[in-house]
């Protein structure tokens, strides 16, 4: 069992530090790690975010575990050089289109959620963003118009084959949880939105149990405030599912608690918090682990099979927080090491 460790800028490397403490506690049979640079710290060691060594690395292992790229001191390079092409290369490279971003409140957390308890305490969602098209991999540019303004422009496109596949991932997971399934699109003006929804009620066919609705993206942000109890699986876009998994957070109560996966066809996989690299909090000890230590989980079920450390894992963590044992970003006083210790202690 090869793994990858790329914990990247910023509070990358204490959150995937405190995860890998807890792979690492488990004792897993042949399970050998292998680090690599990505991001900011990649570019300023090695020239690229993305070095041909990390990529390799990363090909080589069964699944990586990532933690943040994104560093202030880079944003005013040319933006191929850019820490968060680092990700997205990733992403790309590997063909992982499939980005799971599990919503779901913790025993004990009502109270920590933007929300009011008896709306949060409803929140079990999941959302099924797509990775590897949409306005992010368009082509774009900035140009200057005849009149000598500066245009920026980005296109934004899905064809068919790239709305089928992540149907397809999404019908599957609703089959495995409540049958329900909400698109969620802006098919009122967008035509790559047209697409998308004619190829969800197309794909839906195949899913005769599958309870298939549609809601416009500017609706669906304003439902997930109102009355996220009524989501079961969300699929949608690679801009929409970014924005609306960093809300979902905040629902259910902190970006510090909320992990993902990003699958490919095959078994191969990227593990990360849906969280950035934090400038604001990095280095202070402050940063919230879990949404990477959950990651690390999903990591075992759906790259390597480990079912039952998965979920000892998810126990640990959930052991954790109804002990009231919170990070700043919940109101509580614990930092990143403390978390750490808390759930190992739990494991
Ligand atoms: N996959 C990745 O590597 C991602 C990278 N980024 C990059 O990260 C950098 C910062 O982006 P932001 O927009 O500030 O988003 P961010 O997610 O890094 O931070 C947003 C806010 O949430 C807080 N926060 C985030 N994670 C936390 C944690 N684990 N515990 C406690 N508080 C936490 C931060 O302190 C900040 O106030 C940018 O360079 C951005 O491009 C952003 C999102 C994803
Ligand atoms: C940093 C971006 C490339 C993506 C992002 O915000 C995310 O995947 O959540
Ligand atoms: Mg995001």
């Not at 710290?41 to 020239?47: D, F, T």
């Not at 590897?132 to 303004?149: C, Q, S």
């Not at 490919?264 to 969280?275: A, R, V």
Request: glycine share 12%; with cysteine.
């Amino acid at each position: 069992m090869k793994i990858a460790v790329f914990a990247g800028d910023g509070i990358g490397p204490e959150v995937t530090r405190e995860a890998v403490r807890v792979l690492e506690a488990l004792d897993l049979p042949g399970l050998v790690l292998f680090e690599g640079d990505v991001g900011g710290i990649a570019y300023k060691r090695h020239g690229h975010p993305l070095p041909a060594e990390t990529l390799e690395i990363a090909r080589s292992c069964d699944a990586i575990l990532f933690g943040a790229v994104g560093d202030p001191d880079c944003d005013n390079l040319e933006r191929h050089l850019r820490p968060e092409q680092a990700i997205l290369g990733l992403r790309k490279e590997l063909g992982l289109f499939a980005n799971l971003r599990p919503a779901k409140v913790f025993a004990g957390l009502e109270d920590a959620s933007a929300l009011r308890p008896e709306v949060a305490s409803k929140i079990d969602l999941l959302i099924v963003r797509e990775l590897n098209g949409d306005v992010y991999f368009g082509e774009k540019g900035i140009r200057i118009l005849p009149d000598g303004r500066r245009q920026g422009w980005d296109m934004m496109s899905y064809a068919e084959d790239e709305v089928r596949r992540i149907a397809h991932v999404g019908f599957r997971a609703a089959m495995g949880r409540g049958k329900k399934l909400c698109s969620v699109d802006k098919a009122n003006v967008l035509e790559t939105s047209q697409v998308w929804r004619d190829v969800m009620i197309e794909v839906a066919k195949d899913y005769p149990e599958v309870e298939l609705s549609h809601m416009y993206v500017d609706n669906a942000a304003m439902q997930l405030v109102r009355n996220p109890g009524q989501f079961d699986v969300v699929v949608t876009g690679n801009l929409f599912g970014d924005i609306l998994s960093d809300q979902a957070s905040m629902c259910v109560g902190s970006i510090g608690l909320l992990a993902s996966a990003s699958l490919s066809d095959g078994k191969m996989g990227l593990y990360e918090p849906i969280h950035g690299s934090a400038p604001d909090i990095a280095g202070k000890g402050l940063a919230n682990p879990m949404a990477t230590i959950l990651s690390a989980a999903m990591l075992l079920r759906h790259s390597l099979g480990l079912e039952a450390q998965a979920a000892r894992i998810e126990a640990a963590v959930a052991k954790t927080l109804a002990d009231g044992i919170r990070g700043g970003d919940l109101g509580g006083s614990h930092g990143t090491a403390a978390i750490g210790d808390a759930v190992l202690e739990r494991l």
